[in-house]
């Protein structure tokens, strides 16, 4: 079947479509109710994003399906019983600030298309989308109903995956195109959590910390921190100055002071980051803490939580300080990260994100920091795990979408991989993650500047392509 053929005719109506969904502010946003008197549980952003999607569906002649504003589908009807379904998202996390071209203006330059959601998860979407246009416009015929599923809450919750597996029925087998090439067969457990500490009133005179406030996601590296101080002695601020700029010098760290009012407002940049893989990034967050804690503030207690941060957290980036440092042979180590922080005159906290080996347990890690915990009388506050995930490399569908990667690149060193990040194979069994970002590749996802490269587009709808025609075909599902 000469499906490559359309592929080709149909490459600037897919980058065309893209441009379309990447100019939907997609980052979630409050519930509401709409016009039309239902609630959009996710935001304006996210219900235009899911409607944009369908309706392009639509216009290339599938069956579509918007299940309450939780989540949606792109129906190609099959002759069979069984769902072979793609599961994506269409929702992104803050866009944040410094980027070169608009994060919402899907422009093109120098052959690569810029927008947050580009690479993460807009771009494989829409890759997949018309991957299965190609294939009905080669004349097929599938055995297994091909369903694009779209999520929308992916960055944060998954309450929408959850809502749309209540009244929809679940596939029976599929891929993710949320991660990487040449495939994911395995997933890192992952865990959000806060450290929290409530502070005791201060009435003594002297430096006070009236705020702090990093970062734009628990699965994202903060590339910014914002904090600020009060002194009845204005020339404490010219003290403070001046220590910032020995802080520079010493550590190469980006951190500035200015006036503000009667305050003084300090503020550390950092690089941003996928939580998955804070190596790639620079914590805004860790800058500051490691900055104030050179300063004495008049609450003992606020002192005492920068000082566990600098001690068991800081740079720090698998849990060795904390006791939690978990390896094995399947997955590797265990990757921390601190998405964000919060701090004022009553309260802090710190909002962590961790990826644990597939062999080991929340319990284990819970447990294991207590002691230090509760030394310094900090609260920690779960809110949210997904359990590891493990396919055995031998496996059916672990060898078939390896065999379809290399037939399409050549590549035939790289092998399966267990990652740090969570994608929704975890929403359901019989659903793998499969791409879309290339081995040796630029990792941009969650960073500014998001882009993907219109060559790369192109190649992973091939790869696309292939892997839902044999995955939906009779032979497979016979």
């Not at 297994?144 to 929408?160: F, P, S, V």
């Not at 520079?248 to 300090?266: A, D, N, P």
């Not at 941009?444 to 790369?456: A, G, N, S, T």
Request: proline share 4%.
């Amino acid at each position: 079947m000469n499906w490559e053929v359309f592929l080709e005719k149909n490459r600037e109506d897919m980058i065309s479509a893209l441009q379309q969904v990447v100019r939907v502010n997609s980052e979630e946003g409050e519930s509401f109710i709409g016009a039309d008197n239902k609630v959009h549980p996710f935001g304006q952003g996210v219900g235009e994003a899911l409607e944009t999607t369908l309706e392009i569906g639509r216009s290339l002649g599938f069956e579509t399906k918007n299940v309450d504003n939780y989540g949606g589908h792109i129906d190609f009807p099959g002759t069979g019983e069984k769902i072979m379904a793609v599961i994506g998202h269409l929702d992104v996390v803050p866009a944040g600030n410094g980027w070169t071209y608009p994060p919402y203006g899907g422009e093109i330059h120098d052959g690569k298309l810029y927008g947050r959601g580009t690479s993460d998860n807009k771009g494989p979407v829409i890759s997949c989308l018309y991957a299965m246009k190609a294939l009905k416009d080669a004349g097929y015929v599938p055995s297994a109903t091909i369903r694009l599923i779209l999520g929308l809450d992916e960055e944060t919750d998954w309450k929408g995956m959850e809502y749309y597996f209540s009244k929809e029925k679940r596939p029976d087998l599929g891929f993710t195109p949320d991660a990487d090439f040449p495939l994911i067969n395995g997933e890192k457990g992952m865990l959000i959590f806060e450290f929290a500490k409530k502070f005791g009133k201060n009435s003594a005179n002297g430096l006070e910390l009236r705020s702090v406030k990093g970062g734009n996601a628990p699965n994202s590296v903060a590339d910014a921190c914002r904090a600020v101080v009060n002194s009845p002695d204005t020339e404490k601020y010219d003290e403070i100055r001046k220590l910032a700029e020995a802080f520079k010098e010493e550590t190469g760290y980006k951190i500035s002071c200015r006036g503000m009012g009667k305050s003084l407002e300090i503020t550390s940049a950092g690089v941003s980051a996928h939580g998955a893989k804070p190596c790639a990034g620079l914590n805004a967050i860790s800058i500051m803490m490691m900055f104030l804690g050179r300063l004495n503030f008049v609450n003992e207690e606020q002192n005492d939580f920068i000082d566990f941060y600098n001690r068991y957290i800081g740079f720090c980036l698998d849990g060795e300080k904390l006791g939690i440092k978990l390896s094995d042979d399947k997955s590797g180590d265990l990757v921390f990260n601190v998405g964000m922080a919060e701090m004022d005159r009553e309260a802090g906290k710190f909002t962590i994100n961790i990826r644990y080996p597939v062999t080991f347990s929340e319990d284990k890690i819970y447990g294991q920091m207590e002691p230090i915990l509760e030394r310094y009388d900090i609260g920690l506050v779960k809110l949210s795990s997904k359990d590891p995930l493990y396919m055995e490399p031998d496996s059916l569908m672990v060898r078939t979408l390896l065999e379809i990667y290399r037939k399409h690149t050549g590549d035939n060193d790289s092998q399966p991989l267990v990652i740090g990040g969570g994608t929704y194979a975890r929403a359901t069994p019989g659903i793998m993650a499969f791409g879309a970002l290339f081995p040796g590749d630029e990792d941009v996802m969650h960073q500014k500047d998001e882009y993907i490269d219109l060559d790369r587009l192109m190649l992973m709808t091939k790869i696309y392509a292939e892997a839902i025609y044999k995955m939906s075909s009779e032979d497979y599902n016979g």
